[in-house]
């Protein structure tokens, strides 16, 4: 069964009106799903529509039978969203952002945590604040925020930009063991497949 169903999704951007999608339908399954496709067509949009950030012209979104449009908070609290750019968190630092996490998400592993970390290189960061941060190292304190959430649906977007080998390597294992449970879904925005990761399906936005 999918985790997330989208039908008849339509959105564009005003100035200058650019229509993106137009009646689009799609079911993202458990495991890894791939958006692909080139510059401007709409990888990152398609993710925010997702999340629920950006409103649609049109169209139904349902996780887990909970549609956006009726039950928005129900529908956010099942899915892990974060902006790689944001500036929100910028004065907390690793530790004091995943405590935010926690107290959003019931199902927040705090025992993960520290394997997260250290998979991803972060103990020398721990204690500097998130605008101190290099963007490959800020992009490791968000996927580690995300695996940890428990969230049914993982929403990353680049997920391996600016990471180094070793991260990249943790990431795909990360990946892999979200791949076996029939219960969660990760969404990954990119230009190409990763090499090695595990794809349960794959939506082309073409070049």
């Given at each position: 069964?999918?985790?997330?169903?989208i039908?008849r999704?339509s959105?564009?951007?005003p100035?200058p009106?650019?229509?993106?999608f137009?009646k689009l339908?799609m079911?993202?399954?458990?495991?890894v799903t791939?958006v692909?496709?080139?510059?401007?067509r709409g990888?990152?949009?398609?993710?925010?529509?997702?999340a629920g950030?950006?409103?649609?012209d049109?169209?139904q979104?349902r996780?887990?039978?909970v549609?956006?449009?009726e039950?928005?908070?129900?529908y956010?609290q099942?899915?892990?969203?974060?902006?790689p750019r944001?500036t929100?968190?910028?004065?907390l630092t690793?530790l004091?952002y995943f405590?935010?996490v926690?107290g959003r998400?019931?199902?927040f592993d705090?025992?993960?945590v520290?394997?997260?970390?250290?998979g991803?290189?972060?103990?020398?960061h721990?204690?500097k604040q998130?605008?101190?941060?290099?963007?490959?190292?800020k992009?490791k304190?968000?996927?580690a925020?995300?695996f940890a959430?428990?969230a049914?649906l993982?929403?990353?977007?680049?997920?391996?930009?600016?990471?180094?080998?070793?991260?990249i390597?943790?990431?795909k294992e990360?990946l892999?063991?979200?791949?076996?449970?029939?219960?969660?879904a990760?969404?990954?925005?990119?230009?190409a497949?990763?090499?090695?990761a595990?794809?349960a399906?794959?939506?082309?936005l073409?070049?």
């Amino acid at each position: 069964m999918p985790l997330l169903t989208i039908e008849r999704l339509s959105f564009h951007y005003p100035k200058p009106k650019v229509e993106l999608f137009d009646k689009l339908s799609m079911s993202i399954p458990p495991g890894v799903t791939l958006v692909q496709g080139g510059d401007g067509r709409g990888k990152s949009t398609l993710l925010r529509l997702m999340a629920g950030t950006l409103e649609a012209d049109a169209g139904q979104l349902r996780l887990n039978g909970v549609s956006l449009g009726e039950q928005p908070e129900a529908y956010r609290q099942q899915l892990f969203w974060m902006e790689p750019r944001s500036t929100e968190f910028d004065q907390l630092t690793p530790l004091q952002y995943f405590e935010t996490v926690r107290g959003r998400y019931p199902g927040f592993d705090a025992n993960v945590v520290g394997l997260l970390v250290e998979g991803l290189g972060l103990e020398p960061h721990r204690d500097k604040q998130l605008f101190m941060l290099s963007t490959g190292s800020k992009r490791k304190v968000w996927l580690a925020a995300a695996f940890a959430s428990g969230a049914a649906l993982l929403l990353l977007d680049e997920p391996f930009a600016a990471l180094d080998a070793p991260s990249i390597t943790f990431v795909k294992e990360l990946l892999g063991e979200v791949s076996a449970r029939p219960d969660r879904a990760v969404v990954i925005a990119d230009y190409a497949a990763p090499a090695g990761a595990p794809l349960a399906s794959v939506v082309d936005l073409g070049d």
